[in-house]
């Protein structure tokens, strides 16, 4: 690149962003990085239920969460949201979540985090899901939070 009088690579979470000065013009590039579910990837909808895990941040993906994050999806942290509140959960297991009245099941959540969406006694609720590039902190708070 011919002509450019200087560059600066900057780090944002889900981007690299590249500043290249060209005689006092300035053009930025910018790349989002979406492989392995990083920042970029879509929400998607569907349906959510609940199982008794270990942990309640624990949940298993559906075969439609699966090949939103790709081969590496155990182990990364989903957002799932209902009605505006969010849980974020680790996928941890696999399910065979099917369809339901048409509708994708999407991730069968741990009990504990279900209880934030709804009651446990609603079953299965419609959730979007995505995912996020950093770990939640640990709560201090014993079952629904």
Excluded at 60 to 69: K, N, S
Excluded at 74 to 94: I, M
Aim: glycine share 12%; charged share 20%; proline share 8%.
């Amino acid at each position: 690149m011919a002509g450019l009088s200087g560059h600066r690579r900057v780090r944002i979470p889900g981007a690299v962003v590249t500043t290249l000065i060209d005689a006092g013009l300035r053009v930025i590039l910018a790349s989002v990085l979406v492989s392995g579910g990083a920042i970029g990837t879509p929400a998607i909808g569907g349906l959510s239920t609940w199982y008794d895990a270990p942990s309640r941040t624990d949940a298993a993906a559906g075969p439609a969460v699966r090949e939103l994050l790709g081969p590496d999806w155990r182990g990364q942290w989903v957002k799932v949201t209902r009605e505006g509140v969010s849980v974020t959960v680790r996928l941890t297991d696999w399910c065979a979540c099917g369809p339901r009245n048409g509708h994708d099941t999407l991730i069968d959540l741990d009990d504990q985090a279900f209880a934030r969406l709804a009651s446990l006694g609603t079953g299965v609720i419609e959730v979007e899901v995505e995912p996020v590039d950093d770990v939640p902190p640990p709560t201090d708070c014993e079952g629904p939070c």
